[in-house]
């Protein structure tokens, strides 16, 4: 029974090898992340965390020995984001999702150039991306959309439809059956409430986040892992909205392969398709092969990729560079007071 459970939660091979036969320690999935807590399924229990409940995500598998987490396992897949703002900092935002359903309507919302940021978030992070087209019903031709989002990538699959109708909505239930965890990302509006609630059978989703906060002010607190009509599990993060690029070159690399592909027939290895003789990519723009548009929707995303992950590495470097200092100075000072060879 217990087993089952764990197996429709998303258990698998790859957790199970991380357990020690004996240990008298029992698996469990997050399922919500608090300051003071971690709210964990089967059975809803709440576990503290020693160490800081700030090591987990929404999704981690983590073994407990009935009040306190004792252990993260390794996941399968992480989503994480660059924090808003300028900093190149990442949060973790959830754990072990299979895939990622990326959520844009029939309408002026949809764009290619969110759609591959997206689509090179979710394969750098180790998921596969459901581009799902909402309000299929009020466009006049839902086709053009799923066409246009499919010549994106070869790894892209498409669906259109309306999220108020069940049936349509039941279109997703392969990706969100048991063992299956599917989290959804897109702008403000898309349907992604409306989505879950049909895929989790619930209505009170819009109530059910909001807690007040100490000030008194609503607060959307819940980056939360529910069971999902079909078995499976969805997860629900606030933070998702606005996910900036950050060491997603891996999947930069997946989306634009066409580029990536053309760029190999260039004359110079680090042409930068801006001119330069012997370019193979804009060869291709003038043939007609490709749009100059996806060319800089390309470009543009490598740089900010590429902007942010040099910040990152620059600053840990600065960090072990700072922490060396500091120890060759203590280091120096023993040295003189004690003098040498202690
Ligand atoms: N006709 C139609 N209306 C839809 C569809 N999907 C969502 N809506 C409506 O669009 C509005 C916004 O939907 P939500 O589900 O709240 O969108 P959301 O993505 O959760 O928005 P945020 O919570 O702001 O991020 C609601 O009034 C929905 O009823 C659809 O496929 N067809
Ligand atoms: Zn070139």
Redesign the pocket.
């Known amino acids: 029974m217990i087993d089952t459970d764990l197996s429709s939660l998303g258990w698998t091979p790859h957790f199970a090898r991380q357990v020690t036969p004996g240990e008298p320690l029992s698996p469990a999935r997050v399922a919500e992340v608090q300051r003071s807590h971690l709210t964990v399924l089967p059975g809803g229990l709440r576990l503290l965390a020693p160490e800081g409940t700030g090591r987990f995500a929404v999704g981690d598998w983590l073994l407990h020995d009935g009040t306190r987490a004792v252990r993260r396992l390794d996941p399968l897949t992480e989503l994480s984001r660059k924090v808003a703002g300028d900093s190149s900092e990442r949060q973790l935002l959830a754990a072990n999702v299979d895939t990622l359903g990326i959520?844009t309507?029939c309408n002026a919302d949809f764009s290619a150039a969110r759609l591959e940021r997206y689509l090179a978030v979710a394969l750098s992070a180790g998921c596969l991306p459901l581009v799902i087209l909402?309000?299929?019903?009020?466009a006049g031709d839902p086709e053009r959309y799923l066409r246009e989002a499919r010549r994106l990538s070869p790894l892209v699959t498409a669906l259109a439809?309306?999220?108020?109708?069940p049936e349509?909505v039941a279109r997703l239930h392969p990706w969100v059956a048991a063992g299956q965890t599917l989290a959804?990302v897109?702008?403000?509006?898309?349907?992604?409430?409306?989505?879950?609630?049909g895929l989790t059978g619930t209505e009170a989703l819009?109530q059910g986040i909001r807690e007040d906060d100490a000030k008194g002010r609503h607060t959307t607190t819940a980056r939360s892992l529910r069971p999902t009509v079909a078995g499976g599990c969805l997860i629900d993060t606030?933070g998702m909205?606005e996910l900036g690029m950050l060491e997603a070159a891996e999947g930069i690399s997946a989306v634009f392969a066409d580029i990536e592909d053309l760029a190999r027939g260039c004359r110079f290895r680090d042409c930068a398709h801006e001119g330069e003789p012997g370019c193979a990519v804009q060869a291709a723009i003038a043939a007609g092969d490709l749009e100059a548009d996806r060319l800089h929707r390309y470009q543009k995303l490598e740089r900010e990729d590429r902007f942010h992950t040099e910040s990152l590495h620059e600053r840990h470097a600065r960090t072990r560079a700072w922490a060396k200092a500091t120890r060759a100075g203590m280091e120096r000072s023993q040295w003189k007071r004690r003098g040498p060879g202690t």
């Open positions: 959520v309507s909402t309000k299929a019903d009020q439809l309306n999220a108020l109708d349509e959804l897109g702008s403000s509006g898309v349907g992604k409430t409306t989505l879950q609630n819009t606030p909205r």
